[in-house]
């Protein structure tokens, strides 16, 4: 075989080596999202985000492998690698890693509600003790005020009467 077709048939390897990547780095995006979930700016960000990095490793494999040129084969060597990963793995590695992740998270929010119970617990006492000497405070408050009105009428009916 010739060392031209050897090279081309080299680079088509290389398009879909590059689309099963492209589509494995976006399914990561996807079970992040599954996992925590994001508001429409995040997932704007995260997709810019993705198409920067396709972008740059594109133009990087078309400007090591064939001097930058664009040849159609390589697009559709990345789509049937893209494809080809979408149909066999995406799908059980999404659901896979996801609920790995939920698990996860899921567990360690039980350990850390289990560990900081005491925590929980004194700030609730915590609060409970703020609430009675707020209102304990109300009601000397509540005294000092009556008081000063009444002696404000007296003040007032000793003056008056001079």
């Known amino acids: 075989m010739s060392q031209d077709i050897i090279k081309e048939i080299t680079f088509l390897g290389h398009s879909l080596i590059m689309g099963v990547m492209l589509t494995f780095l976006y399914d990561w995006f996807l079970i992040m999202r599954r996992t925590v979930k994001h508001n429409i700016v995040m997932i704007s960000l995260e997709d810019f985000l993705f198409w920067v990095i396709c972008a740059v490793s594109v133009f990087t494999m078309l400007y090591r492998e064939n001097n930058g040129t664009l040849r159609w084969f390589a697009v559709a060597g990345a789509f049937c ?32 509600g289990f560990l900081l119970k005491p925590v929980t617990v004194l700030a609730d006492k915590g ?3 703020c ?32």
């Open 81 to 112: 690698g893209m494809l080809l990963y979408k149909k066999t793995i995406s799908l059980f590695f999404i659901r896979t890693i996801s609920g790995v992740l939920q698990r996860v998270i899921q567990m360690t929010g039980r350990i850390l």
């Open 127 to 129: 609060k409970q003790s």
């Open 131 to 162: 609430t009675r000497m707020t209102r304990e405070g109300n009601k000397i408050v509540k005294y000092i005020k009556n008081k000063l009105t009444a002696w404000k009428k007296i003040l007032k009916m000793i003056l008056c009467k001079r």
